[in-house]
């Protein structure tokens, strides 16, 4: 096998893993964005890099939710930018709300 083609190989297992973080990147800087315009906080800022793990981690999350929905490939790319939009005290407040309204 061709060192070519091992590459290729290689390149094409990462699109997905691309695609997932991405999109995840994408949906906190929308987060961040509406942030700024309220005036809640600079863009460029030290803590712009805690926003890099958050996003991360959201994107994996978001994926296991779209692969247990058993969704398409854009269903996911959208249910991993809402994830990671809502990060994790939004997906917080989103399952406690499920919650409770399942319970009563």
């Given amino acids: 096998m ?6 290729s190989a290689w390149l094409s297992s990462l699109v997905p893993y691309v695609s997932i973080f991405g999109a995840s990147i994408l949906g906190r800087l929308m987060y961040l964005a ?4 309220r005036g809640d906080r600079r863009f460029w800022s030290w ?3 805690w926003e890099i793990p958050v996003a991360f981690g959201m994107g994996l999350i ?4 779209a692969e247990y929905l058993d969704l398409g ?26 919650l409770d309204r399942r319970s009563t």
């Fill in 2 to 7: 061709d060192w070519r083609d091992q590459a």
């Fill in 34 to 37: 509406g942030l700024c315009r």
């Fill in 47 to 49: 803590s712009l890099l």
């Fill in 62 to 65: 978001g994926a296991g939710v």
């Fill in 73 to 98: 490939q854009m269903g996911a790319l959208g249910t991993i930018a809402v994830a990671s939009y809502l990060g994790p005290r939004g997906a917080e407040a989103t399952l406690e709300r499920f």
